[in-house]
């Protein structure tokens, strides 16, 4: 098993340019999530997907797009990229919900993204 | 404020010394995660519990409900252990997580 995919690992973008950053689960999990983390500070959740056809804004959407039309696969997308959203990007996923005891959370290798 | 604080930030020990990262939080949680992230950038997960005690290899983490704190011991450190320490803590029922800031661990030999 590959477990959480995520591509690319380092993009530059201009400002106003779009982007999609792709992650894909072999796992069979129902929850994905992306996340952003900054220097000094926590993850926070932009968007969740609690299975196909079912997707969430999290604490820091604006700026973001999400789609699950797959089990496998739930793409992030950047729409007018802004230097605020040079960060990491980790997407993740779980069988059960990561509040639940069960719940182990996977982890991709992050996306490195800068906006110039 | 925020809901999920860490302690120490940053952590230097030599090699073999017994290691405590804390973790206190604000928010009502159903388990906490502690998370490891590898100096090229990886995260992955150490432990989930929602009481008392696990126990992984070198790695024990514990939890008080009650006080809303936990903790994640490293016996006999060493410098491979060097990395981030990050706690989580659920809020929702769909797994949304919160996050600490980070202790950055480095294990000198």
């Known amino acids: 098993n590959a477990g959480v995919t995520q591509t690319p690992k380092f993009r530059i973008l201009k400002i106003g340019q779009s982007m999609t950053l792709q992650c894909a689960q072999d796992m069979n999990h129902n929850y994905m999530y992306w996340y952003r983390q900054d220097p000094g500070m926590g993850l926070k959740l932009i968007y969740y997907?609690?299975?196909?056809?079912?997707?969430d804004k999290g604490e820091v959407p604006n700026g973001y797009n999400v789609s699950r039309s797959t089990t496998e696969d739930f793409p992030l997308r950047l729409e007018l990229a802004a230097p605020s959203q040079t960060s990491v990007y980790f997407c993740?996923?779980?069988?059960?919900?990561?509040?639940?005891?069960?719940?182990?959370?996977?982890f991709g290798e992050g996306s490195r993204l800068t906006v110039l | 404020k925020n809901e999920v604080e860490q302690s120490p930030q940053n952590l230097t020990a030599q090699e073999g010394e017994f290691i405590t990262i804390n973790c206190s939080y604000s928010v009502g949680i159903s388990a906490l995660h502690w998370l490891q992230q590898h100096p090229g950038g990886g995260i992955v997960s150490l432990f989930m519990?929602?009481?008392g005690k696990k126990k992984h290899g070198r790695l024990i983490a514990t939890i008080n409900i009650q006080e809303k704190h936990s903790s994640l011991h490293i016996t006999a450190s060493h410098p491979r252990d060097s990395a981030v320490y990050i706690c989580?803590?659920?809020?929702?029922?769909?797994?949304?997580?919160?996050f600490g800031k980070g202790t950055k661990l480095s294990v000198k030999p």
């Open positions: 993740a996923s779980s069988y059960f919900p990561s509040g639940v005891n069960t719940g182990e959370l996977f």
């Open positions: 519990l929602s009481s």
């Open positions: 989580a803590v659920p809020i929702g029922s769909q797994g949304n997580l919160i």
């Open positions: 997907s609690v299975g196909a056809g079912i997707t």
